[in-house]
């Protein structure tokens, strides 16, 4: 049973461009969270989908927007890229909201490093 | 704004003795609490959750325990090994109707030999 999948696994971009990060979730989740980790800090929360819709967002700008595929996967996009944006982004998978399981699962993250 | 803190950013203990991490959140009491464990490089991976109408669980040799009076939520390894060096992460909801977690910076414990 395969877990939470990200790609890529590293990714250097030039101030000004634009990314998109990518992430599968664990079989049998139909919700996925996205978070920025900065070095030394603890995972801040981005946006969350289910059911195709964004139903969560973060304090983060409008440079940040997602999508959610029919079959659960996730994209997070991310324009105008700026040196801050330099993170581990994190794609985590949950049962759908209401179901009394809580826990999140974590993919492996994709290191992006804005220069 | 809901808020979560760690107060220690490293811990260090011996092999063999309990490491206690520490976890204090503002605000409302949360429904829930969660542990995470993060190593270098990787994804958080989840270990416990806590109700705020359970003042104990426990894991194999992990025990968390949560105290709405005090606000907190304590954090137990006992018998504690090298393979246990890890950094650990407290989370709890970010409102009381969606499922998004905000995280505390975490506590960087290292167990020697």
């Known amino acids: 049973d395969a877990g939470v999948t990200q790609s890529p696994t590293h990714l250097i971009k030039t101030r000004g461009q634009q990314v998109t990060l990518r992430c599968s979730p664990k079989s049998g989740h139909d919700t996925v969270s996205w978070y920025q980790q900065a070095l030394g800090q603890g995972p801040q929360f981005i946006f969350q989908?289910?059911?195709?819709?964004?139903?969560q967002r973060g304090n983060f700008p409008d440079r940040f927007s997602g999508h959610q595929f029919p079959n659960y996967s996730s994209e997070l996009n991310v324009n105008a890229l700026l040196l801050g944006d330099s993170a581990l982004y994190l794609c985590?998978?949950?049962?759908?909201?209401?179901?009394?399981?809580?826990?999140?699962?974590f993919g492996p993250g994709t290191r992006l490093t804005v220069t | 704004s809901q808020k979560i803190e760690q107060n220690s950013e490293a811990l260090n203990i011996q092999e063999g003795k309990t490491a206690t991490l520490t976890c204090n959140y503002t605000?409302?009491?949360?429904?829930?609490l969660q542990w995470y464990r993060q190593d270098p490089g990787r994804g958080p991976v989840f270990l416990l959750l806590i109700r705020e109408n359970e003042k104990e669980k426990r894991k194999e040799r992990l025990k968390v325990t949560f105290d709405t009076t005090l606000k907190q939520s304590l954090f137990h390894i006992t018998a504690s090994q090298p393979a246990d060096s890890a950094t650990y992460l407290c989370?709890?909801?970010?409102?009381?109707?969606?499922?998004?977690?905000?995280f505390g910076k975490g506590t960087t414990l290292s167990v020697s030999s």
């Open positions: 605000n409302y009491s949360p429904a829930y």
């Open positions: 989370a709890r909801r970010e409102d009381q109707a969606g499922t998004a977690l905000i």
């Open positions: 989908y289910y059911e195709e819709e964004e139903r």
């Open positions: 985590a998978s949950s049962e759908t909201p209401g179901s009394q399981a809580y826990e999140q699962y």
